[in-house]
C-alpha cells in the first residue's frame, strides 16, 4: 500500500488548518491591537493636554504661543492649538493645525467643558483602512470655563510600530506552524496511517487458522473496535466457507451414489436385456448350427468332389463365423464398462448394428 497520497493530504490538510487558523487570530489580535494602541495614544495625548492646561493661562497671543511652544517641546505634540471665550480665531503654532475639525472640537470642548476626540482621514493600518489622524482637544479648566486647547495627532507612527513588531510575530508564527505541522503529522502518522498500513498487510498476509487482530479490543479504540468487528466478519465468513465446503460434500457423495445407482439400474437392465436376447440369440444361434450340420452330413459322401467339398467346408466355417459374431456381441453387451468419451465412425457403428 502506498500512502505517500495519505501522507500528503495530511501534511497539507494540517498545514493549512494552522496557516488559516493563524491569519484569523493575527487578524483579530491585531485589530484589537491597533484598537487598544490608538486608546493608549489618545489617553497619553488627553493626559498630556489636561497637564499642560494648567500651566497655560490667560494672557497675550505672543505669551499664550510661548506656552504652547514649552508645551510642545515637552510633551512631544507638533501640532498644538488654543481657543479662548470672545476670540474668534484659534492660537496655533503652525499653519499644519488650522483645520476645520480641530477649530471645531476645540468649539465644542470649550462649550461642553469636556474633553472630545475624533478621527479622520484614512489611511493604510496593518491590513484595513485605519484613521489617518486623531484629534482630541481638552478644556483649559474642568471648572470654569476658560478655553480649550487641542492637537492633531498622525496615527501611521502607531502602524508603523505595530508592522515593525509583526514581521518578528510572522518569523515566530511559521516557527510555530512548522513546528505543530511536523509534530502533528508524525502524531497522526503514527495514530491513523500506521494502522492502517499495517491493516492491508495483515489483510494481505491473513492466514484462516488464525486471528485477524489489529489492535486490542480497548473501550473507547476505534481501530481495537474494528478490530474485533474485522474478526467477527471473518469469523462469519469462515462458518459460510465451512457449510458451503460441507454442503459441496455431501452433493459429491449424493451424486456419487445417484451415478452408482444408475449404473446398477443400467447394468439390471441389461442383464434383464440379455435374458431376452439369450431367447432370440438361441434362435439365431441354432440356424446356423443346423446348416452346418447339413453340411457335415453332405461331407461325409464319397461321392462328392473335392471341388464341392471345399465349398461346403468354406460355407461352414462361414456359418461358424457368424456364430462367432453373435457371441461376442453378446459379450460386448454384458460387459461392464466404466462410462467415457471416445471419437467413433457413424458408418462403422451402423455397419456393425446392420451386421
Known amino acids: 500500500m502506498h500512502t505517500s497520497g495519505l501522507k500528503t493530504h495530511i501534511i497539507i490538510t494540517i498545514a493549512l488548518l494552522l496557516v488559516t487558523t493563524t491569519l484569523l487570530s493575527c487578524l483579530v489580535i491585531t485589530m484589537f491591537w491597533q484598537q487598544s494602541l490608538i486608546r493608549t495614544e489618545a489617553e497619553r495625548i488627553r493626559s498630556t493636554l489636561e497637564i499642560s492646561a494648567q500651566v497655560l493661562q490667560p494672557g497675550t497671543v505672543t505669551q499664550k504661543q510661548d506656552f504652547l511652544l514649552r508645551i510642545r517641546e515637552t510633551s512631544g505634540l507638533e501640532c498644538l ?28 470642548s470649550m462649550r461642553t467643558n469636556s474633553p472630545a476626540a475624533e478621527t479622520s482621514g484614512s489611511t493604510w ?3 484595513t ?6 484629534i482630541i482637544a481638552v478644556p483649559l479648566d474642568a471648572d470654569h470655563p476658560e478655553g480649550s486647547i487641542g492637537t492633531v495627532t498622525s496615527l501611521k507612527p502607531v502602524y508603523h510600530r505595530i508592522r515593525q513588531k509583526q514581521k518578528t510575530i510572522i518569523i515566530y508564527l511559521a516557527v510555530n506552524i512548522l513546528l505543530i505541522t511536523t509534530v502533528g503529522f508524525f502524531r497522526l502518522v503514527k495514530s491513523t496511517v500506521k494502522p492502517l498500513e499495517r491493516l492491508v498487510r495483515m489483510t494481505e498476509e491473513y492466514d484462516e487458522n488464525n486471528d485477524f487482530l489489529l489492535f486490542p479490543a480497548k473501550e473507547g479504540s476505534e481501530f481495537g473496535q474494528l478490530s474485533a468487528s474485522l474478526n467477527q466478519m471473518i469469523r462469519r465468513i469462515d462458518n459460510d466457507r465451512q457449510r458451503l465446503r460441507d454442503t459441496v460434500i455431501s452433493l459429491e457423495e449424493a451424486n456419487a451414489r445417484l451415478q452408482q445407482t444408475q449404473e446398477e439400474m443400467i447394468r439390471t437392465e441389461k442383464l434383464a436385456s440379455i435374458g431376452r436376447l439369450s431367447a432370440g440369440l438361441a434362435h439365431e444361434i441354432g440356424n446356423p448350427i443346423g446348416i452346418i450340420q447339413g453340411y457335415l452330413e453332405l461331407l461325409q459322401r464319397e461321392s462328392l468332389s473335392s471341388e464341392d467339398r471345399l465349398q461346403f467346408a468354406k460355407r461352414a466355417a462361414g456359418e461358424l463365423n457368424r456364430i462367432n459374431q453373435l457371441i461376442r456381441q453378446l459379450l460386448d453387451f454384458a460387459r461392464t464398462s466404466p462410462p467415457g468419451r471416445q471419437q467413433i465412425h457413424i458408418n462403422e457403428l451402423l455397419r456393425d448394428i446392420l451386421d
Not at 483602512?129 to 486623531?134: G, I, M, S, T, V
Open 129 to 134: 483602512l485605519r484613521p489617518e489622524q486623531l
Open 125 to 127: 493600518g496593518v491590513f
Open 81 to 108: 492649538a488654543a481657543a479662548y471665550p470672545g476670540e474668534q480665531k484659534m492660537i496655533s503654532l503652525s499653519g499644519a493645525c488650522n483645520t476645520p475639525q480641530l477649530s471645531a472640537l476645540l468649539e465644542k
